[in-house]
């Protein structure tokens, strides 16, 4: 546990997730709150936020894994920090002018780079960390994460109805300067001995494609991250139902869920600290899963308030044992130059299951009732654990070297 401490690029990666958390939550809930004002509530303009945050994840994601690999990565993420502060600053400028609407640009620039940077990190975990310790620092860096799922709605509201719009906006891009600060202490991109073969970026796009389908394990972790993002887009918009109808509260007794939601992926996040070293990814992954169907199913079907927020608890216990073990997964299986790849042909299929259910939900749950539209979800959260029962035969990580049979 010291070790991993003591690793330098875990403390700057860290202190990074910190900053950008912070800024990022900050941007979230500010934005919402002030479109929300100005518009009146209009659901479309509070829509398009959304669309400004998601729809780079599908359209960027694979360009930014397949860049990622090709581009340094320590340099590609203080770049990447340093041009989402650069873009906040121009929309602070537009506020002061009067042009509101330019929010969305923030939103939308800062999740394009992210795209960019996210698999970047990812590549600097496979360098700078040993195996052994790989599922350990997933794990802190995930509880980061979960800590912001608690306080960050809290911070991003305070922050906007004490100091309004600009000052949020002024914060978010100092967060993203100071992340950009942090990264330069970290050591230095390795250089690459001797002239690479220059290869195209479409050829490259390919060879990933051809790598994920040649390699079993990311095949089936691609059913199951379908799987759960279908699962997820069912759920996610029915919160305030659940709450209203099967619970009979008011719609303000959502946030409560939320938090009880985050201090269970809190939790989770520090327990996968502890399981790390008991479990491989593959075992935490299919208990992930199993249990996550289990809430889900008893969620949409309960009456009690008490024992929903109970398994509201455990759902969100669950959320950091799924994503740390497919990180790891991920890490462990890809061989280095691929990693970007991986992570951006896997995470659109997660983010597409999940939006598509999202769009559709509310056509649903006009046809159906809540409890069989809980249902559904927990049963596509079993499909996604049936669907990765091969992959607990996989052992180490028997890479597939795609990469030099395609080279010749």
């Known amino acids: 546990m010291r070790a991993i401490f003591a690793n330098r690029f875990i403390q700057s990666i860290m202190l990074s997730g910190l900053f950008l958390q912070t800024g990022i939550w900050v941007r979230n809930f500010a934005i919402l709150l002030f479109v929300t004002e100005q518009t009146d509530k209009d659901p479309v303009a509070i829509s398009l936020i959304s669309v400004a945050e998601f729809a780079p994840i599908f359209l960027f994601s694979f360009i930014g894994g397949a860049f990622a690999d090709r581009?340094?990565?320590k340099l590609t993420m203080v770049v990447c920090d340093l041009l989402s502060a650069a873009s906040v600053f121009a929309v602070?400028?537009?506020?002061?002018?009067?042009?509101?609407?330019?929010?969305?640009?923030?939103?939308l620039v800062s999740s394009i780079l992210s795209q960019f940077s996210q698999p970047a990190g990812m590549k600097l975990f496979k360098i700078h960390v040993p195996e052994a310790q790989m599922q350990m620092g997933m794990s802190m860096y995930q509880t980061?994460?979960?800590?912001?799922?608690?306080?960050g709605p809290m911070l991003g509201t305070l922050v906007y109805f004490k100091f309004g719009i600009d000052t949020a906006i002024a914060i978010m891009g100092t967060c993203f300067l100071l992340s950009a600060a942090v990264l330069t202490l970290l050591p230095a991109d390795q250089k690459v001995e001797g002239k690479k073969p220059e290869s195209k970026l479409g050829q490259e796009m390919k060879m990933g494609f051809h790598y994920v389908w040649s390699n079993k394990i990311f095949v089936y972790m691609g059913f199951f991250f379908l799987a759960a993002g279908l699962g997820l887009g069912l759920v996610?918009?029915?919160g305030i139902f659940l709450v209203t109808e099967n619970l009979g509260l008011t719609s303000e007794s959502l946030q409560w869920f939320t938090v009880v939601n985050g201090v269970g992926m809190v939790i989770g996040g520090m327990a996968a600290m502890g399981f790390a070293k008991k479990m491989t990814p593959q075992v935490m992954l299919m208990t992930g899963f199993v249990c996550s169907a289990i809430s889900v199913a008893i969620l949409g079907n309960i009456t009690m308030v008490g024992w929903a927020l109970a398994v509201q608890f455990v759902a969100g216990f669950m959320g950091p044992l799924i994503h740390i073990a497919c990180n790891t997964l991920i890490l462990n299986h890809a061989e280095e130059s691929f990693v970007g790849r991986v992570n951006g042909i896997l995470n659109p299929l997660f983010m597409g299951g999940m939006v598509i259910n999202m769009s559709v939900v509310g056509l649903l749950k006009a046809q159906l009732p809540l409890g069989t539209l809980y249902l559904m979800a927990s049963g596509l959260f079993l499909i996604g654990a049936v669907g990765m029962l091969p992959m607990l035969r996989i052992k180490a990580a028997k890479q597939v070297k795609v990469a030099h049979s395609m080279h010749h």
């Open 71 to 73: 581009w340094r990565p």
């Open 92 to 107: 602070l400028l537009a506020l002061i002018y009067g042009g509101w609407e330019a929010i969305f640009f923030a939103t």
């Open 144 to 151: 980061v994460m979960a800590m912001f799922m608690v306080i």
């Open 236 to 238: 996610n918009p029915l």
